[in-house]
Structure formats: C-alpha cells, structure tokens
Nanobody, 129 residues
Framework: QVQLIESGGGLVQAGGSLRLSCAASGRTISGYGFSSYCMGWFRQAPGKEREFVAAISRNGGSTPIADSMEGRFTISRDNAKNTIHLQMNSLKPEDTAVYYC?????????????????WGQGTQVIVSS
C-alpha cells in the first residue's frame, strides 16, 4: 500500500505564494521505489468537481500543468526523499480548494483522476481577495 500525506496549505492573500508538499510511504513504495510512480496534484473547490492541477513523470522530466495554472504553478519531485512539491505563485481567490496528492505505479504520465490508485487526505488552500 501507499500512504500520501500532504502539507503546506493555508491562508494566503491574492498574489501570494504557497508550496505544497506530499510525502509518500508504504510497503510498495519501499518495494518498487518511489521513482516507479507517476504523481499528480488535483484540487476540489467548494461545490465543484475535483480537477487536474499537475502531474509529474517518474524521473521528473515531464510536468504537464492545467491550462489555468500554467505559468503560475510548478510541480517537482525529489525521488531520494519520496516527495513531490507544488509551488503555487500569483495565487488567485479561484485557486481556493482542497489540494490532493495522488500516485500510481506506471511508466505513463496520467492527468485524469481515474488513472490514480492512491490518494492523500488533502490540504486546504484559501486565497483571500
């Protein structure tokens, strides 16, 4: 199994920045290695469906970002620390949401919810205007 724990959420003013982190652990992480997993970030705003934010390939070489966040958000990973990050700059009130980390053991790059097997509990981000 895989456990994912997000951190770094909070309250920030519009135009500010936050850096989210997601730490992965568990038997299959140890067995197969964190670098075997495609990782992703999703978010869910109040009253809305969960949406794709960003994904990162196993070696970090591919990092697709959702169009509305392109140029403001950056995803990265540290395979030695079993961790991924989401750097969020120029935050807007519409970025307010619960942000979820997700993992799937695959060589593919996945940008849809149904493609992920493991999910964290989420971290709340609130952007005030």
């Amino acid at each position: 199994q895989v456990q994912l724990i997000e951190s770094g959420g909070g309250l920030v003013q519009a135009g500010g920045s936050l850096r989210l982190s997601c730490a992965a652990s568990g038997r299959t992480i140890s067995g197969y290695g964190f670098s075997s997993y495609c990782m992703g970030w999703f978010r869910q705003a109040p009253g809305k469906e969960r949406e794709f934010v960003a994904a990162i390939s196993r070696n970090g070489g591919s990092t697709p970002i959702a169009d509305s966040m392109e140029g403001r958000f950056t995803i990265s990973r540290d395979n030695a620390k079993n961790t991924i990050h989401l750097q969020m700059n120029s935050l807007k009130p519409e970025d307010t949401a619960v942000y979820y980390c997700a993992a799937v053991r695959t060589f593919r790059l996945i940008n849809r919810q149904s493609g992920y097997d493991y999910w964290g509990q989420g971290t709340q981000v609130i952007v005030s205007s």
